[in-house]
């Protein structure tokens, strides 16, 4: 199986979100960065169908020369391909993002053949646009479902079908989706694995084929990030050891849960 | 027009869809256009008559066979065919996972820009240009956007705001749309649906009893388990901890896992993350077992103690059984 699966790189902030000065990015000059969660899920669940069924993994992302770094710690866990669509780092809206990435992966197809199953997060981590995936996989003409939290690929049904399935409230759906297929994945899905020495060593060769996009902005563009307002709680310190117990029993107690 | 996209299941309409028929109730008043709303693979008078209770004057309703059963490609040829028939001003959903899709589906089909999770929408003067604020990092960060569309797709962001009734409910004119649908569609729409043993999940729990990493090992999760038994809760935890593969995902509070609503959230050795917050915030009250008293937990908590959780989780235990003794 040929697998494609696209990440964003985005900062990794602790207990609160900070914003640059100009208001058009997360302050991440004292962040660590990383793989959009579901996205990593997404590449967890590449690697293990090509595991199981053959074939290749390619990880593509859009964003500024560091996202190479995600680009390695997907081929540390078994990526086989690299590619990075090069921006100056600047927020690129959805229209614009699903522009370049639909047409990395026309020029990819068109070098190497089609990919049988295309990976998307369900949504990035950061901006949460809930419809890149959505997007890409319209213009190639790709059947996409997103929320999938388990995926089989039947390789002996007609072309190949993708058996996928999506958590609805008290149980889930399932979709049978003919190849080739995309699907917006959701962290849940797996647990992907951590990088290995092995895996460590092939990160450092994986050659990053890099390109560049001339996509056009779309409609929506970015005016001024900000925290949301938060109310200020007063904390009540029920006591420093065990002996708090009966004091936390108490507010059980008046709130009824015991 | 406002034309309000409505999520149902099988004729069940969902808490997101009355949120955004709350939500283009206001957006229609501002806009000086009418409230309608679009059914698809459903002309149920129930729905139609709901829709009318939350201020719908027109209920448009595409009924075919491809959309027997949800299908992100059927919903969203369906609805952009509406859309096309219709020329609404504007097309608002619910921002709930189907929202969301329908509408990127809607989206790619018009080639036009799409607004998800939003909580205001300003029309900025006509010209179609819109002022928007809407989520981003589900919802620990705000951004401000600029959208210029001479159709803005927007969803509402998810319980953002109260479903409301109208002041005074229509009794709305239910109206069908012919829409052709390619039965090639039929290729995203549902297979199959599994029902699980239902019972007390964590996002419905009275009592969360959360473990992060501070907790240290799988077995450690005992007492915790044995507490929240003891109050008819459920178990969850931090992404540290699913990480670790200590606990399944399900368990998993946060921005990529559970938004929970319990009574009470006890929070113990968990740091806090703002991706951890974000699914906690919801709970009605918080008490924070942390060994660190700068914790964001502990700040943000109603109440804490500060020692080790090891110690403290089973003596609450053992003070709940003596009096209950
Ligand atoms: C895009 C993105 C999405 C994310 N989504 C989520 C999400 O959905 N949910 C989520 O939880 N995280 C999420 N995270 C991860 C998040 O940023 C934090 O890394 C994570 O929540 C930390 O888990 P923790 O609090 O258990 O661990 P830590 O931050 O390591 O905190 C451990 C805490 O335990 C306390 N402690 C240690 N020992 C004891 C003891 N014996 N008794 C009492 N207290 C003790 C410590 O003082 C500390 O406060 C996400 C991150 C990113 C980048
Ligand atoms: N800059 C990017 N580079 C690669 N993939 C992306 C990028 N932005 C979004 N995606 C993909 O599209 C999905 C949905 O993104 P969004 O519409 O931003 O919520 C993500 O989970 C990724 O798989």
Redesign the pocket.
């Known amino acids: 199986m040929r697998i494609l699966c696209c990440v964003k790189r985005?900062?990794?902030?602790?207990a609160k979100i900070n914003v640059t000065d100009d208001g058009l990015a997360v302050d991440a000059s004292h962040l660590g960065f990383?793989t959009?969660?579901h996205e990593e899920c997404g590449v967890e669940e590449a690697v293990q169908l090509t595991e199981r069924h053959g074939g290749e993994v390619t990880v593509l992302t859009l964003g500024p020369a560091e996202a190479a770094d995600q680009l390695r710690y997907a081929a540390s866990v078994g990526a086989h391909h690299g590619v990075l669509v090069a921006t100056d780092g600047s927020a690129w809206d959805p229209q614009r993002t699903a522009a370049a990435l639909t047409e990395a992966i026309r020029g990819l197809e068109a070098a190497d053949g089609p990919f049988d199953l295309l990976v998307f997060g369900n949504e990035s981590?950061?901006s949460g646009g809930f419809q890149v995936g959505v997007r890409v996989a319209y213009a190639l003409g790709r059947p996409i479902v997103n929320g999938i939290k388990g995926i089989e690929v039947d390789a002996d049904a007609g072309d190949g079908v993708v058996r996928a399935r999506r958590e609805i409230d008290g149980g889930f759906e399932v979709y049978e989706l003919p190849m080739p297929a995309a699907v917006g994945v959701k962290?849940g899905i797996n647990l992907p694995r951590y990088p290995t020495m092995r895996g460590r060593l092939a990160s450092k060769k994986l050659e990053i084929a890099e390109q560049a996009s001339d996509a056009e902005p779309g409609g929506q563009s970015l005016v001024r990030l900000h925290r949301p307002r938060e109310t200020v709680t007063e904390t009540v310190i029920l006591g420093n050891s065990p002996e708090a117990a009966p004091a936390v029993v108490d507010v059980l107690e008046e709130l009824g849960v015991v | 027009m406002l034309l309000v996209v409505l999520e149902h299941d099988r004729g069940i309409m969902d808490e997101a869809a009355r949120e955004a028929l709350t939500f283009g109730r206001k957006l229609a008043a501002q806009m000086g256009a009418p409230l309608h709303a679009a059914l698809i693979g459903a002309d149920d008078a129930e729905l139609v008559s709901e829709a009318g209770s939350f201020g719908a004057e027109t209920v448009y309703t595409a009924v075919h066979e491809v959309l027997a059963d949800f299908g992100p490609e059927a919903w969203g040829e369906a609805a952009a065919e509406m859309i096309r028939q219709l020329n609404p001003a504007a097309v608002l959903a619910g921002g709930s996972e189907r929202g969301n899709e329908v509408m990127a589906q809607i989206a790619a089909r018009l080639d036009l820009p799409m607004v998800a999770n939003c909580l205001e929408v300003d029309l900025n003067g006509g010209a179609g240009e819109w002022n928007i604020t809407r989520q981003q990092?589900?919802g620990s960060l705000l951004e401000d956007a600029c959208l210029v569309s001479e159709r803005p797709l927007l969803t509402s962001g998810l319980h953002t705001l109260a479903a409301e009734r109208a002041e005074a409910a229509v009794e709305p004119v239910a109206q069908a749309v012919e829409v052709d649908l390619d039965p090639t569609l039929a290729r995203t729409v549902v297979k199959d649906r599994v029902v699980l043993e239902a019972g007390v999940t964590l996002s419905t729990a009275p009592v969360v009893i959360g473990?992060?990493?501070?907790?240290?090992s799988p077995e450690a999760f005992a007492p915790l388990e044995e507490l929240a038994a003891m109050l008819g809760g459920r178990v969850g935890?931090?992404?540290?901890?699913?990480n670790n593969g200590w606990r399944p995902h399900s368990d998993?509070?946060?921005?990529?896992?559970t938004r929970i609503t319990p009574e009470i959230y006890i929070a113990?050795?968990?740091?806090?993350?703002?991706?951890?917050w974000?699914?906690a915030k919801a709970s009605k009250h918080i008490l924070a077992?942390?060994?660190?008293p700068e914790?964001?937990?502990?700040v943000k908590a109603d109440w804490a103690v500060i020692?080790?959780?090891?110690e403290?989780i089973p003596a609450i235990t053992e003070e709940i059984k003596r009096r209950r003794a």
């Open positions: 985005v900062p990794a902030p602790g990383a959009s969660p981590a950061d962290e | 990092w589900g473990g992060g990493r501070g907790v240290g935890c931090s992404r540290a901890v699913t998993q509070v946060g921005q990529t896992g113990s050795g968990i740091s806090g993350a703002i991706q951890h974000v699914g077992i942390n060994i660190d914790a964001n937990m502990v020692a080790d959780l090891h403290v």
